[in-house]
């Protein structure tokens, strides 16, 4: 029989989760938020995979704190769309760390059911302001009306295929922050293929070997297809 979170996890939790909050201090308003996530987390775990099991014992450094970078990286953003969120990284952690911030709202982005009903469960336990979107990226980001300050993925896709479902977006004035791992120079290479872009990489402060690319302005070059990031 599959192990719960409660086996698996507890005797690294508490360590893990005062290293991540060390690297990425937040509130004692949001530690409390992310505290009801992490055990809502935990029940649906063991009937949805919403994390690869091997990074449960690191639920904290891993996946928390590397979500808590970016609201430094834009600290005048409201309005945050997150891209493919699956189980709430960095969506729900984003929600959760802005809930004392007025207007600020994180739309969600889910094609998964059953990932987007968690992704619902775990906004409404923590009272994080958040809007959970079921369906696909392409058609969702049209249908987000209004100023949009920053869009974000984690995990998705190829840079340069990212940059495609952010570019609407970006158009109407959305920074992007993408977390990424140590392919990121490859990626950046790739993407300038289709891109003309300005990026920003910000080393991971969790350590390890991701990078945070910062892109402010995107331009599709002469001759890309508009299919660029289209699919996944
Ligand atoms: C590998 S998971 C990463 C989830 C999360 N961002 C993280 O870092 O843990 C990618 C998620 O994106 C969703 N996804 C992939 N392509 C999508 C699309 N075109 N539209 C909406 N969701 C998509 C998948 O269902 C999945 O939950």
């Not at 207007?103 to 889910?110: D, K, M, N, P, T």
């Not at 906004?123 to 049209?142: F, Q, S």
């Amino acid at each position: 029989m599959a192990k719960t979170f409660e086996q698996t996890a507890p005797a690294f939790l508490p360590a893990d989760k005062a290293t991540a909050l060390a690297l990425t201090p937040v509130s004692r308003e949001t530690e409390q938020r992310l505290d009801r996530y992490v055990g809502l987390l935990g029940e649906w775990q063991a009937k949805t995979n919403l994390v690869a099991p091997s990074t449960l014992p690191h639920l904290w450094t891993r996946h928390i704190s590397d979500s808590l970078q970016l609201p430094a990286l834009a600290l005048s953003a409201r309005i945050w769309v997150d891209l493919g969120s699956g189980g709430g990284f960095p969506g729900v952690v984003l929600a959760c760390a802005l809930a004392e911030t007025p207007g600020a709202v994180v739309h969600l982005i889910e094609r998964n059911a059953k990932k987007a009903a968690f992704l619902r469960e775990a906004l409404r336990v923590t009272g994080a302001p958040g809007i959970v979107h079921l369906g696909d990226i392409g058609d969702i980001v049209d249908r987000i009306t209004g100023p949009v300050d920053c869009v974000t993925a984690r995990a998705l896709a190829p840079l340069h295929q990212l940059i495609g479902f952010a570019e609407p977006l970006m158009r109407r004035g959305a920074k992007a922050l993408f977390l990424k791992g140590q392919d990121v120079e490859a990626e950046l290479t790739e993407a300038t293929k289709y891109w003309k872009i300005e990026s920003h990489l910000h080393s991971s402060r969790t350590g390890g070997q991701g990078w945070i690319v910062e892109l402010d302005q995107v331009e599709r070059r002469n001759g890309a297809g508009k299919a660029v990031g289209t699919q996944v």
